[in-house]
């Protein structure tokens, strides 16, 4: 999806990468996993990974919307997804707790932090997802500082 688009404009996605693209998709088909949440979608090629690979997993992603290229192909999955693809737009350190004060009933089994790759920002969304994390759940830290 993104290939067409400049790599000045553009940050690294997981499909540039086979291996973990791969090991990615092959957790989400796990039967255990029913939801996947992750903080930057960027331009969702994970999450139209993990959409696939499991017909049953729901994905929520959590991204600053910072590139102009990534509420076109959120709008694109959702349309490919319905029902099963739920994005929210801002900052992380806000909108994950504001996100589990209005579902607390939602329980991440896999998890992955791809955001901002700072100290700080992992450190909230980690704290921000452990309250929202399923007994039996994968941690996964992307690119983490």
């Known amino acids: 999806m993104s290939r067409n688009i400049p790599s000045k404009t553009r940050e690294g996605f ?19 996993i029913k939801v996947i949440c ?3 979608f960027n331009a969702g090629h994970s999450t139209y990974g993990w959409l696939t690979s499991n017909p049953k997993t729901h994905v929520y ?17 959702a349309s490919l997804f319905p029902g099963r ?11 994950l707790p504001e996100f589990h004060r209005l579902h607390p009933d939602i329980k991440c089994d896999l998890i992955i932090i791809d955001g901002l ?13 452990m309250k929202m994390a399923s007994s039996n759940n994968i941690l996964i830290m992307d690119n983490y500082p």
């Open 14 to 32: 997981t499909a540039e990468y086979s291996l973990p693209y791969k090991a990615y998709n092959r957790l989400a088909s796990e039967p255990f």
């Open 38 to 40: 992750e903080t930057g």
């Open 61 to 77: 992603s959590f991204d600053i919307g910072k590139h102009n290229y990534s509420k076109p192909i959120a709008d694109y999955i």
């Open 85 to 95: 693809f739920h994005i929210t737009w801002g900052d992380s350190s806000e909108t």
């Open 117 to 129: 790759h700072t100290y700080s920002a992992s450190r909230d969304d980690f704290y921000n997802f």
